[in-house]
């Protein structure tokens, strides 16, 4: 086991404060935090396989499905941002805010990306609420919370969500089966294992609907808790044990790329 970083540091900083008098317990504890950081990120990175990026479009011109200003300077900081990630294809929505998004990054990666139609946002709407907007006392209102497997029926808390979940849900299983996964139950079989990394650009409903598809979390309790921003950037590890694989969330709504 390597030395820690304190250990390695700790005669020059003893150094330090025998000639300088300046007290260095605090530093020796921020360094020994940032040596553990950093093998427990290594450790991450060694034991990813495909990983899956979900990002969402830029600040929309709604009306003229396209970017602000504001979401092609979103756009094209992402791009750097991903300009040295390991990338091996990228799909995106057929909407134009999602597409001008993609551009950025497919053009410096160098990649054409495919379009696929189940990627596209169709409303889920309850009169003239969008209910991934909803308050949460629509959903959080009852004793009993919206389950996994019974809250899209007619007779549970949002049938509304049941197409868009089902069109989501199928188109994303077969993307993983042409990479070898192939769902089986609640996980899934791999066929050809791999370390794919593939980015999908596309939008807010469509990345928690899938996120609740994969993590099997409840639609609704997922539309009321959590919320994907402009360029936001989740990450799922396609974690694997033996021939199986079930997915986990490594990253959600992530900026970084903004600051």
Partial sequence: MPKSTSENYEPILLYIYVVYGVQVSYYLNKLDSMYQMTCYSSTITKELSMLISLIRHGDPDYANDTLTSKGHKEARKLAKFLANKPIDAIFQSPKGRAKDTCRYT??????????????????????????????????????????????????????????????????????????????????????????????????????????????????????????????????????????????????????????
Wanted: charged fraction near 20%.
């Fill in 106 to 259: 497919a053009d410096r990666k160098g990649i054409e990306p495919v379009t696929l139609d189940w990627l596209s946002e169709e409303p889920i709407k309850r009169g003239d609420l969008y209910l991934w907007n909803a308050p949460g006392a629509v959903f959080l209102s009852s004793p009993q919370l919206p389950t996994y497997d019974s809250c899209l029926e007619l007779d549970g808390e949002m049938p509304e969500g049941k197409q868009q979940f089902e069109r989501v849900s199928k188109g994303f299983d077969e993307v993983m089966a042409s990479f070898g996964y192939v769902k089986t139950e609640h996980l899934y079989f791999i066929e050809k294992a791999n370390n794919k990394n593939i980015v999908f650009f596309c939008h807010h409903g469509v990345i928690v609907t899938l996120l609740s598809y994969l993590l099997h979390w409840a639609l609704p309790l997922i539309f009321v808790h959590s919320t994907v921003s402009p360029t936001g950037l989740t990450m799922i590890d396609m974690a694997e044990t033996g021939r199986l694989a079930q997915p986990k969330m490594i990253a959600f709504n992530s900026l970084s790329h903004l600051l």
